[in-house]
């Protein structure tokens, strides 16, 4: 999406935040939140922290990116894990080790894995959900809460959509249709993780949450923190990116 | 004395009938012999192939770490224990006849572009034999040198993996990194279970816990094998004393780790009571039918022993003595007819795989030949249950032999 698309979408909303969105401005500002972090293609420097009981560990990485079927991670600390890259093509997925120097597919039985021992599986990566493709929106709030004005949406799984959450909960601030959190809830009507979303700030042009924690329901205490150092739209990618050839790196 | 001889000489006076009897109690003994043996070798086939491929008689885990297995629960806690002393101690049991040590973890398997998911199996191989039945002297053997690993053949088959390939493995570590190393395939095991063959991938303790980036202390279970399995749970407690475990260690035998397998035993059982019921009541009626025949038959001596005075006790002293040498008999044959087929099912066994095949169940799996296995628990049972219910048989005919009116017996027509 482009920045003026994103600045008209903005003024329109402003102009609706007192009275009640209609079922296409819900799906709207959704979209928005859903595309925020996407663009034609995207270079980003993300320091990812986890978190659990046992360990805590921080790595960056490179993340190239193309539409939603292509993404390039590049490990490039801490030094033991350097070099170590995923490579995701539409639904397949590869993982490249440099100690043992071998590209490994990732088969479908372990898409539900943990990705690089984050609370991310290696599904997250793969899957291609549009949030208003596959999910109905309602909207269940509209007011202020703890002095800022929010929405909250209530995205219900279509019944023949392939996904894997039953029901998410989104809130977004009026103002500037910026996403406060997202909690994800299994088909039962379990919660099962919740997304914070933090340190807003202006990144090529655009106002993006700079910083995404993700917590797990069923495991206190632990989390993962994505923290964008820097994140490029639409940026020049270069030829066979997203070829097997490219895991190794240069 | 006498009694016995009257009962003795009484039991040929129709000896056809006496005769068919003896061969149906010896047919129905016979047949029970046969029916627990070929039972009892059922189940503990199923026993062993549940307990002695990878579970254990008895398991030791840390408290935390069953049914999840997560990785970071070792006996001991996250500083491991001493558990070469450890299982010393275990092997000191005098009902202990095996203990083995392992670390549990699950990866990704790799050759070239194929790849599986596959349970990884830590293990000292020298440990297992005689513990686990995958461990022949050739897959010891193969599984002696660092970075060798074996895998399950549908697995090996899944990614493509000959003996002798190069074998990627790659999984989520203690410290949070993705473990990941080369190892050579040595060998390829066949557990008969298909979830197991398409999944397990055994390597040294030693390169697990490097992969794995677990410290050298830290193991994830101690299997024990016990001489015999049916007491793994009463041996448990007296074990864990003797080990002096860690604080948090659980000692489980193999019933709770495999309930499906114990509730399955138990059911064999329950139904093994009731076929010896079954049989029991209709060798029963076939007595009750013979003595009554026999009374009904001789109401003229009856009544003629009342007339004289007999005491009633010698009269149904004499019945159920011919009932006993009738069931004597019976139980004789039967030991016989039973011997001969059990000698033919305890060396030849009965070949189900026309039936079958090798057919996975309960958490393990039944052999296309299922041998037989004498069951001296239940033949003696069976045995005093027959001669029980038979002498109640021929109690109602005694009684009513007492109380034949000598008169009227005396005018009743004299039986062919």
Sequence with gaps: ?250 | MIVIRLGWRNLWRNSSRSLITIAGLAFAFGFLIFAMGFSRGFILQLLRNGTELMVGHIEVHDGEYLPDRVLYNTIGGHDGTDWHAMVGRIRQHPSVRHAAPRVYAFGLLSTGNRSSGGQLVGVLPEAEQGLNRLFTPDVVAALGTGHAIALGERLALDIGANVGDEVAVIAPAADGTQGNELFRLTAIVHTGLPALDRSLALLRLGDAQALLALEPERIHEIAIGVGDPMDAAALAPDIARLSRAPAGAVFQGWRELLPQLSNYVDFARAINAFIIGLVVLFSSMGVLNTMAMATLERVREFGMLNAIGMKPRLIVASVLSESLCLVGLGLSGGLAFGTLMMAYLTTHGLNLAWLTGELPMFESRLDPVVKGVWDWNTIPWAAVSLTVATLFAAYWPSRRATRIDPVEALQAPVMP
């Design chain 1, 1 to 250: 999406m482009g920045i003026a698309v994103l600045a008209l979408g903005v003024g329109r909303l402003q102009a609706m935040q007192k009275a009640p969105l209609s079922p296409d401005d819900a799906k709207r500002i959704i979209d928005h939140v859903d595309r925020l972090m996407r663009g034609d293609s995207s270079r980003a420097t993300v320091e990812m922290l986890v978190s659990t009981p046992q360990w805590k560990r921080s790595t960056r990485m490179t993340i190239w990116s193309e539409k939603t079927e292509n993404v390039l991670i590049r490990i490039e600390a801490p030094k033991k894990d350097a070099g170590t890259a995923t490579l995701r093509v539409g639904h397949n997925m590869w993982n490249y080790l440099p100690k043992i120097d071998r590209v490994v597919r990732v088969p479908a039985s372990m898409m539900m894995v943990s990705w690089m021992g984050s609370h991310f599986t290696n599904d997250d990566l793969v899957k291609e959900t549009r949030i208003i493709r596959d999910y109905n929106i309602e909207t269940a709030f509209q007011g202020a809460r703890d002095g800022t004005d929010v929405y909250e949406f209530t995205a219900t799984a279509k019944a023949d959509a392939a996904v894997v959450w039953g029901r998410i909960v989104y809130e977004v601030r009026q103002a500037d249709t910026l996403p406060v959190w997202a909690r994800f809830y299994a088909e039962d009507g379990t919660l099962k993780a919740t997304a914070t979303f933090s340190d807003y700030a202006t990144m090529d042009g655009r106002v993006v949450p700079t910083r995404l924690r993700m917590t797990p329901q069923d495991k206190p205490g632990e989390f993962t923190e994505m923290h964008y150092l820097s994140l490029a739209f639409n940026v020049a990618i270069p030829p066979n990116m997203f070829a097997l050839n490219s895991l190794r790196g240069s």
